[in-house]
């Protein structure tokens, strides 16, 4: 077969009784959350405007503290204001409120978003207190009255870097992939370069949430299994919505005998519901997350949410030609591509050597 189909009503097949609860609690209190957006988005009263912003703090409040007792009890869900300490909250909520703006416009969200995949390594991999060091010793450009060297030192994470696959489910999660890429080859003592696997997968948006169909096109993916199996797996994407995506290609690499080391699965915001269907879906998975949403609309989008981060990082296709991976690249421009030139002339190598 050359497109593998993974409907929605078997995602839900994984998410448990408890799962159900929470997530039926926390549509209530969405539901509470958008009568309080009507009226802010319609009223011209103060004392009314107040009152409801008051409401909504609460409500958002009362949210992320469930959100967070669920992630409690499942250690492979890791949300970085959950995890990180409370200092480290502020820069995080920033990142988030300006990739969300409907004003930062398309270079400004590139920025933005490089920053959160940085920390969002740093969640997955870097950790926090961690007694191990490496060093790097640099040479400076300063040379009066001897050259100079500066000695700094880094977390010593090789063991967890060694073997990594980057996979990219296409479009949105190419640049972030790329992200992740250069920051293993930044701390690896050896600059360890990572290959890449290339997925092409699409969701039916022209179904509903409930009616999903998630469609993993062969003949336009780039990987070999040999090269995956064993080895450790890292997906990185702006958006976890469903977890359709992302159970759908590694379920089809556990059918095909591939024997992952681990999976990781890097997302700048994840709605509770994919976030619960991966690790119920996935054994050996884990899922970081800078920020976490409470629920999917009826199109399964993410709610509150930042639109479709693809098009916001890459630019809309045109509707009758949609560009491949190459000239996705090209379309970055200079500046992402000087930056990230290691990571594409393997993923060029990728896609020339299919």
Not at 5 to 30: E, P, V
Not at 95 to 113: C, H, M, N, P, S
């Amino acid at each position: 077969m050359s497109k593998i189909i993974l409907k929605a009503k078997d995602l839900d097949g994984y998410l448990t009784a408890s799962d159900n609860d929470y997530l039926a609690r926390m549509d209530s209190l969405y539901r509470q959350a958008m009568v309080s957006f009507n009226i802010l988005s319609t009223s011209r009263s103060d004392f009314e405007l107040k009152r409801e912003e008051d409401s909504l703090i609460d409500l958002y409040n009362t949210m992320g503290a469930l959100m967070q007792e669920l992630c409690a009890a499942e250690p492979r869900i890791q949300v970085y204001s959950f995890t990180t300490p409370q200092e480290n909250h502020g820069e995080a909520s920033r990142l988030i409120a300006k990739l969300r703006d409907l004003d930062t416009g398309r270079q400004e969200f590139v920025y933005y978003t490089q920053r959160a995949f940085e920390l969002l390594f740093n969640l997955t991999f870097a950790g926090v207190g961690r007694p191990k060091k490496n060093y790097l010793i640099v040479k400076t450009p300063v040379g009066i009255p001897v050259q100079n060297y500066a000695v700094h030192k880094i977390p010593d994470i090789d063991d967890q870097l060694t073997d990594t696959v980057m996979c990219v489910m296409l479009r949105g999660a190419l640049l972030p992939s790329m992200i992740i890429s250069k920051e293993i080859q930044e701390y690896s003592s050896s600059g360890y370069l990572t290959p890449f696997a290339l997925f092409k997968i699409k969701r039916d948006d022209a179904k509903s949430e409930n009616t999903m169909e998630y469609i993993l096109d062969l003949d336009r993916s780039y990987f070999k299994l040999e090269e995956l199996d064993g080895k450790n797996l890292v997906f990185a994407d702006p958006m976890n919505a469903t977890g359709g995506s992302l159970v759908t290609i590694v379920k089809y690499l556990l059918e095909q005998g591939v024997k992952p080391k681990s999976v990781k699965f890097l997302n700048v915001i994840s709605a509770l519901k994919g976030s619960l269907r991966i690790v119920r879906a996935i054994e050996n998975v884990t899922v970081y997350t800078l920020w976490m949403d409470p629920v999917l609309n009826e199109r399964a989008y993410i709610m509150p949410g930042l639109g479709d981060a693809g098009d916001r990082i890459n630019g809309m296709d045109e509707e009758n030609d949609p560009r491949d991976m190459l000239r996705l690249v090209s379309d970055y421009g200079t500046n992402i591509t000087g930056l990230y030139r290691s990571q594409l002339r393997v993923i060029e190598q990728t896609v020339l050597q299919h």
